[in-house]
């Protein structure tokens, strides 16, 4: 009753009961390929991709034929190329075959989206996330991806702040999540949250230039002259656009740093 009941709250759009019906029915039945192959689904639909993955690997270790085998290599060959097992721009014939079989199939979305952003492509990218959004809502990796999309466009970052602030309650420790609420908090003029936030981050990844400059910003303006001077000068060092270079050199030039 427990994996029937979640099938149907899955089907329903309520995900999350859905995720915690089914996770108790995997538990109750851990060998049963149809109810690992709907876990997966609904692990994935908050994504928790990781996770999905792993299940839906069991589901099709739990049975050489089952109706879901099918949907499972699928799954599998499609998260696998936003995941580090694969190439999206080199599978991009393998994409579109996955689509044009289902335009709503969201790994074959999220694989197009990666796509899209690495040829620059932000309109279709943007279109591409918010579609996915449209099915799984709290599908945090869509979430923190067009929220670094939309975080250096002044009327769309408080949409960004709250995309990253979302998906920050499933990806906890992610840097890119961090740099987002870091340039929104400095937009925002809340220093020591931004330093805070760009700090966490880097302790996981280098910063880009562009947060650089704003965590450098956020000391001079938080009067932290020795940091400020420091981390100005590794923005500059880094590449900076011409409107900032000029404005850490005027901050530099203050405090005495450049």
């Given at each position: 009753?427990?994996?029937?009941?979640?099938?149907?709250?899955?089907?329903?759009?309520?995900?999350?009961?859905?995720?915690?019906?089914?996770?108790?029915?995997?538990?109750?039945?851990?060998?049963?390929?149809?109810?690992?192959?709907?876990?997966?689904?609904?692990?994935?639909?908050?994504?928790?991709?990781?996770?999905?993955?792993?299940?839906?690997?069991?589901?099709?270790?739990?049975?050489s034929s089952s109706p879901q085998n099918a949907?499972?290599?699928?799954?599998?060959?499609?998260?696998?190329?936003?995941?580090?097992?694969?190439?999206?721009?080199?599978?991009?014939?393998?994409?579109?075959?996955?689509?044009?079989?289902?335009?709503?199939?969201?790994?074959?979305?999220?694989?197009?989206?990666?796509?899209?952003?690495?040829?620059?492509?932000?309109?279709?990218?943007?279109?591409?996330?918010?579609?996915?959004?449209?099915?799984?809502?709290?599908?945090?990796?869509?979430?923190?991806?067009?929220?670094?999309?939309?975080?250096?466009?002044?009327?769309?970052?408080?949409?960004?702040?709250?995309?990253a602030t979302k998906a920050r309650r499933t990806?906890?420790?992610?840097?890119?999540?961090?740099?987002?609420?870091?340039?929104v908090s400095y937009e925002r003029k809340d220093?020591?949250?931004?330093?805070?936030?760009?700090?966490?981050?880097?302790?996981?990844?280098?910063?880009?230039?562009?947060?650089?400059?704003?965590?450098?910003?956020?000391?001079?303006?938080?009067?932290?002259?020795?940091?400020?001077?420091?981390?100005?000068?590794?923005?500059?060092?880094?590449?900076?656009?011409?409107?900032?270079?000029?404005?850490?050199?005027?901050?530099?030039?203050?405090?005495?740093?450049?």
């Amino acid at each position: 009753a427990t994996v029937a009941v979640g099938s149907i709250a899955f089907q329903l759009g309520n995900y999350t009961w859905a995720y915690s019906l089914l996770q108790e029915g995997s538990r109750q039945l851990p060998n049963d390929p149809a109810v690992l192959h709907d876990f997966a689904w609904a692990a994935y639909s908050l994504g928790k991709v990781a996770e999905a993955r792993q299940t839906m690997q069991s589901a099709l270790s739990s049975a050489s034929s089952s109706p879901q085998n099918a949907d499972a290599k699928r799954f599998l060959v499609m998260t696998g190329l936003t995941t580090g097992e694969g190439d999206a721009t080199a599978s991009q014939a393998e994409i579109n075959s996955a689509l044009a079989a289902d335009p709503n199939y969201v790994p074959a979305v999220v694989a197009r989206a990666a796509v899209q952003v690495k040829r620059g492509d932000t309109a279709g990218a943007e279109a591409s996330y918010r579609q996915v959004l449209q099915r799984f809502p709290d599908f945090a990796p869509a979430q923190r991806d067009l929220a670094v999309l939309l975080v250096d466009d002044p009327t769309k970052r408080d949409v960004a702040y709250e995309l990253a602030t979302k998906a920050r309650r499933t990806i906890s420790g992610d840097p890119l999540i961090s740099i987002v609420l870091g340039r929104v908090s400095y937009e925002r003029k809340d220093f020591s949250r931004a330093i805070q936030l760009f700090q966490e981050s880097a302790r996981e990844k280098p910063l880009d230039a562009r947060s650089l400059y704003c965590l450098g910003m956020a000391h001079a303006q938080a009067r932290h002259k020795a940091e400020a001077k420091e981390i100005l000068n590794r923005a500059l060092q880094a590449g900076l656009s011409d409107a900032e270079a000029g404005e850490a050199k005027r901050v530099l030039a203050d405090i005495g740093g450049g």
